[in-house]
């Protein structure tokens, strides 16, 4: 996925990253929700990341900030995963990316299948 194939322009975009760098970036034709969304782990000049996630209603585009919750065992990391399946809408190859697990472990996760 090329940045220029998102729907912003270089000041729209400038804007949503800062001064960070796109690590990486999933484009979801059609989502759980039915829209074209972009998935974007942006990492920032202080090395820190965050998740920004770009929507695409058709009469609109609209970005937002996605926060991590902080966690420190695999259950309390499981949780987060779950919560940003379920809440925010976050895909399983992105959330694999995320949390550098594989795409089949998040799957077991979100369907109640790991331990």
């Given amino acids: 996925m090329l940045m220029e194939d998102l729907p912003l322009d270089n000041a729209a975009l400038k804007e949503t990253i800062g001064n ?46 996605v926060k991590i919750k902080p966690f ?9 995963i779950l919560r940003l399946y379920h809440e925010e809408g976050l895909s399983q190859v992105f959330l694999g990316n995320l949390f550098n697990i594989s795409q089949p472990s998040i799957s077991l996760i979100v369907n109640g299948k790991s331990k």
């Fill in 20 to 65: 960070g760098k796109v690590e990486f970036c999933l484009h979801n034709p059609r989502s759980k929700s039915g829209m074209q969304t972009w998935e974007l782990k942006v990492l920032n000049s202080d090395g820190t990341r965050k998740i920004v996630i770009v929507r695409d209603y058709g009469f609109e585009v609209k970005r937002e900030q």
């Fill in 72 to 80: 420190k065992t695999r259950e309390e990391r499981n949780k987060e």
